[in-house]
């Protein structure tokens, strides 16, 4: 009997994520030089993925 394709292990499953959490937003805004230590977390305006 062979294993359905969505049992995949997670290894396997490389995929393109299209949306960030927070602290990999905040990551990307203080690159970019938009957001400093201080500023709420709440509200972070839109990042693009790399």
Do not use: Y
């Not at 995949?8 to 490389?14: E, F, L, T, V």
């Not at 990551?27 to 230590?37: I, N, P, T």
């Amino acid at each position: 009997m062979s294993q359905h394709p969505s049992l995949k292990s997670a290894s396997k499953i490389i995929a393109k994520r299209n949306v960030l959490k927070r602290f990999e937003r905040i990551d990307a805004l203080k690159e970019e030089g938009k957001w400093k230590e201080g500023d709420r977390a709440l509200g972070l305006p839109k990042t693009k993925t790399s």
